[in-house]
């Protein structure tokens, strides 16, 4: 059974950092592109950010490049999300996902098989 728990969400002002983990399990995690994406309400779900089974290659919605980092410990089968300089519109449930690939980074959530249940994230002006 694959599972995928996010956590590491909470309420920060504006300009402040929060780190966001995927914990996995029942995933030949290594083998796997793993992606978050987020929501607000209302919104369409976006992506994030995303990384390649080795870590080697990441991907970022423009939105958020220069301000998060995405990370994998293949070792422990949970990625990260570090999240700095927040911003009101950063505001969303935030999910991780594994896809069906191992190499390419869709930025498509229908290329994602497996997420997490979610994780809020508010960012207060």
């Known amino acids: 059974q694959v599972q995928l728990v996010e956590s590491g969400g909470g309420l920060v002002q504006t300009g402040g950092s929060l780190r966001l983990s995927c914990a996995t399990s029942?995933?030949?995690?290594?083998?796997?592109?793993m992606g978050w994406f987020r929501q607000a309400p209302g919104k369409e779900r976006e992506f994030v950010a995303g990384?390649?089974?080795?870590?080697?290659?990441?991907s970022y919605a423009d939105s958020v490049k220069g301000r998060f980092t995405m990370s994998r410990d293949n070792g422990k089968s949970t990625v990260y999300l570090q999240m700095n300089n927040l911003k009101p519109e950063d505001t969303g449930a935030y999910y991780c996902?594994?896809?069906?690939?191992?190499?390419?980074?869709?930025?498509?959530?229908?290329?994602?098989?497996?997420w997490g249940q979610g994780t809020q994230v508010t960012v207060s002006s």
């Open positions: 996902a594994a896809s069906r690939y191992d190499y390419y980074i869709s930025e498509l959530w229908t290329q994602y098989q497996n």
């Open positions: 990384i390649n089974w080795r870590g080697a290659t990441t």
């Open positions: 029942g995933l030949t995690f290594s083998s796997v592109v």
